[in-house]
């Protein structure tokens, strides 16, 4: 059974940093990229990044929003993804969540969702 | 800055058929805007329902079908149940800086 669990959240204060990780199990994760998106309290859904498989040079894309705060990594030998959240602002509070993303003819996708973890940053 | 645009919400009766749709504020969203489809119901995960425009996951129920509609993307549901109440995300290729950007969201009410 293919699984996502992030884990890591909690309460934070403004210009501090967490890690968030995103452990698996399943699936094979060198076989897959890995998107982190987050939710705040009440709103929708926005794309944070993500870090490509390792045959795709396991480079990284985030979102202007985080860009330059936020660094995606990945242990494979692990079977987990990491989200380092640096600098952090109030407006990152959010629900985090990493999905395991498979490339199909060329078009990365989306498919299974960890259940998220809550990050809250406040003074 | 892109925006992605869908209807805050819809209402339809069960048994029925409604379609959601969702647009770019930079044009005709096409095949190569990638869309997804993204279901989620209070306290829980998003869980994708359609990828790369028309594509269903294994899980995605007959029912749900996704399409480009007058230079939209489209997700109909036909035969809707009362299960499929919930907030519905799409999701689209910005490419560049953008990657992707979601819309915000309609609530289905059934």
């Known amino acids: 059974e293919v699984q996502l669990v992030e884990s890591g959240g909690g309460l934070v204060q403004p210009g501090r940093s967490l890690g968030l990780s995103c452990t698996t199990s399943g699936f094979t994760f060198g076989d897959y990229a890995i998107n982190w998106f987050r939710q705040a309290p009440g709103k929708g859904l926005e794309w944070v990044g993500f870090i490509r498989k390792k045959t795709y040079g396991g480079t990284t894309e985030y979102a202007a929003s985080v860009k330059g705060r936020f660094t995606i990594s990945r242990d494979d030998s692990k079977s987990f993804a990491h989200l380092q959240m640096n600098s952090l602002k109030t407006e990152d509070t959010a629900v985090y969540y990493c999905?395991?993303?498979?490339?199909?003819?060329?078009?990365?996708?989306?498919?299974?969702w960890g259940q998220g973890t809550l990050v809250t940053v406040s003074s | 800055q892109t925006v992605v645009t869908q209807e805050p919400s819809l209402t339809v009766s069960p048994g029925g058929t409604v379609t959601l749709t969702c647009a770019s504020s930079t044009g005709a969203v096409t095949s190569s805007s990638y869309p997804n489809w993204f279901q989620q119901k209070p306290g829980q995960a998003p869980r994708t329902l359609i990828y790369s425009t028309s594509n269903k996951h294994s899980w995605t129920p007959a029912r749900f079908s996704g399409s480009l509609l007058g230079g939209k993307a489209a997700l109909t549901l036909s035969g809707v149940q009362p299960e499929d109440e919930a907030e519905y995300y799409c999701l689209l290729y910005c490419g560049g800086a953008l990657n992707w950007v979601f819309g915000g969201g309609t609530k289905l009410t059934v």
């Open positions: 999905t395991r993303s498979p490339r199909i003819a060329g078009i990365m996708l989306f498919d299974y």
